[in-house]
């Protein structure tokens, strides 16, 4: 079957760094995201990965390794506004989005 | 203000009540998508419609029927709403950037007793 792992819940400290990792087994691949949902909002999008290394958006950057089907979003200088959700979702042989059930990330002053 | 639209935000049901949550983007993408959201669980794809006139079968489409009449509009509707029907349903669209990623709408509530 198909899955998707990441931690339930992570805590850091205000202008901190935290790496959040993502394993997939799915049927075929095309495409990695990252998603940020806030308590009672709808998810956002955050990052694209297809190929191999990082890319990097601001504070944001974002991990793909497809032979070790392995993937972390890392925020730097962490903000209390950065409280959230972070979902991992992989796309498919079949063009669908395969969810992981998002990590929790509690930011503390 | 371009996006997604869904109506409505929250609403409490009677079981085996019929109940259609609205959802209209106004960004032409060709893709729609509903999803439901639970507790501990990843978001669960509903049903889809890749194009206007098609729909397809997601994963937990028992119990749920969609239309798409046009490019606008994707209506959920449960027919016969059974409390484990009870969650918060996103709506989301895709269009054909590079990515694809997905647009959503506010979600909806939904609480059946």
């Known amino acids: 079957g198909q899955n998707i792992d990441q931690p339930t819940e992570m805590t850091a400290t205000e202008g901190a760094i935290v790496q959040i990792n993502c394993t997939y087994q799915?049927?075929?691949?095309?495409?990695l995201f990252w998603y940020q949902q806030h308590a009672g909002e709808a998810p956002t999008f955050l990052s694209y990965n297809v190929l191999d290394g990082l890319e990097e958006k601001g504070r944001f950057s974002s991990f793909l390794s497809r032979s070790k089907g392995y993937s972390y979003l890392l925020l730097k200088e962490l903000q209390m506004k950065d409280s959230a959700s972070y979902l991992c979702?992989?796309?498919?042989?079949?063009?669908?989005?395969?969810w992981g059930a998002g990590t929790k990330l509690i930011i503390k002053p | 203000i371009a996006g997604i639209t869904q109506a409505p935000t929250s609403q409490i049901l009677a079981a085996g009540r019929r109940m259609t949550l609205r959802c209209t983007q106004d960004m032409r993408h060709n893709a729609m998508y509903w999803y439901r959201q639970d507790l501990g669980l990843g978001l669960r794809l509903i049903h889809y419609?890749?194009?206007?006139?098609?729909?397809g079968k997601g994963e937990v489409p028992d119990g749920y029927s969609v239309s798409r009449a046009n490019t606008d509009d994707f209506p959920l509707t449960l027919a016969s709403a059974v409390p484990s029907q009870t969650s918060v349903y996103f709506c989301a669209s895709s269009g054909q950037g590079d990515t694809g990623e997905l647009f959503f709408g506010e979600g909806s509530r939904l609480t059946v007793l």
């Open positions: 979702a992989v796309r498919d042989s079949n063009y669908q989005l395969i």
């Open positions: 799915t049927s075929g691949f095309n495409g």
């Open positions: 419609s890749n194009t206007a006139g098609t729909t």
